[in-house]
């Protein structure tokens, strides 16, 4: 029996592995980290060495309060200057009271800070460059989303970080970014606990505005959960509540959107580890062409490379469970306490980090 169970296997593989490549993009048209059409430009001027097309760009964002936008494009253009930031030197240089150029400062410092052994002292010394962000723009909720993550990083206490939220919620009641940095702190492996992060979650998820990527918080948290040890704290019944209200969201949005992708990622990840094979086969064709980082650079070093394989063992597994006579419904595959990844052709899944 265990051979004709493993010769059904094989068949079944066979006949279903090409047809669900329908939808996928090929492998070299996938791309990590795509900037939109806004932020390429600016990356692009940036790696000439102009600041023109940055500044110009925030400034933009700033003027028409797109706060969303402007977090988004401020972490990236940090990003990008911590390998090469000889073009935000100049910025800074010709332009030292720009409020754009003061908020790509205060993110770049502390994205080094995160990254020393002494992050906790480094951080401190840097509370000064955010408050001076503050101060560009008083209804730009992105320096408190900075403020935010600096005090996860030096320890503040609760009651600090609740003062500094109540005044990033002030300035945008519904800002993802301030959303993530505070499950962030609430979340087991920092300040709170699994529990906490899901309260949190669902209820910013509750309030949050139709469309709004506030919806996939929960998603988040269970993230935080399979990542971080797991344990009896969280329902099966509450991460799958999270993965459907992400599938949503998910749903409102054009397939390819560069907007929701990480979200969409992110889900995927997340629908793997419940064992959803299907769903996390659809959630790949809506993701297209745009891989992101996270989540898979927390579970390899070639994040790219992980999404990649990932996406080649979903099809497999989807193919070995659908049944060979068409018309039938396949079963859903048993799951079980380890939630294991589908393994494809291109070898075995690197093994998780905590996040």
Not at 17 to 45: C, M, N
Not at 182 to 192: I, P, V
Not at 293 to 322: H, K, N
Request: aromatic share 8%.
């Amino acid at each position: 029996m265990a051979l004709l169970r493993a010769l059904l296997r094989t068949v079944r593989m066979a006949r279903n592995t090409s047809s669900l490549a329908a939808g996928l993009p090929d492998d070299d048209e996938v791309l990590l980290d795509v900037p939109d059409e806004r932020l390429g430009p600016a990356l692009v001027a940036a790696g000439r060495g102009e600041y023109g097309t940055a500044g110009k760009l925030l400034a933009t964002t700033r003027e028409a309060a797109e706060w969303e936008n402007r977090d988004r494009y401020t972490t990236r253009l940090a990003a990008f200057a911590l390998s090469r930031g000889e073009w935000f030197d100049d910025w800074r240089s010709a332009a030292p009271r720009d409020p754009d150029a003061a908020l790509v400062k205060a993110e770049l410092a502390v994205c080094r800070s995160w990254r020393s052994p002494a992050r906790a002292e480094l951080l401190r010394q840097v509370a000064p460059l955010i408050s001076a962000a503050a101060e560009g723009d008083p209804r730009d909720p992105v320096p408190w989303r900075v403020a935010l993550d600096h005090a996860r990083g030096t320890n503040a206490s609760h009651t600090e970080f609740e003062q500094l939220w109540a005044q990033a919620v002030r300035r945008s009641p519904h800002h993802y970014g301030c959303h993530v940095a505070a499950l962030q702190y609430l979340s087991a492996a920092w300040y709170g606990s699994h529990r906490e992060c899901f309260d949190f979650a669902e209820r910013a998820a509750h309030d949050a505005l139709p469309g709004s990527l506030v919806q996939a918080l929960p998603v988040r948290a269970a993230f935080a959960y399979l990542t971080e040890g797991g344990g009896a704290a969280v329902s099966r019944h509450r991460l799958d509540s999270a993965a459907d209200l992400a599938i949503a969201l998910s749903a409102q949005y054009a397939d390819a959107d560069p907007w929701p992708a990480e979200v969409r990622n992110l889900l995927t990840y997340v629908l793997v580890r419940l064992e959803r094979w299907e769903d996390a086969l659809e959630q790949l064709r809506r993701i297209g062409p745009h891989a992101t980082s996270f989540p898979w650079d927390r579970i390899s070093d070639d994040p790219l490379g992980q999404f990649l394989e990932l996406r080649d063992g979903i099809r497999l597994q989807v193919a070995s469970d659908r049944p060979l006579r068409a018309g039938r419904t396949a079963p859903r595959t048993a799951r079980n306490r380890d939630l294991p990844y589908p393994q494809s052709e291109r070898g075995r899944r690197a093994r998780s980090d905590d996040h």
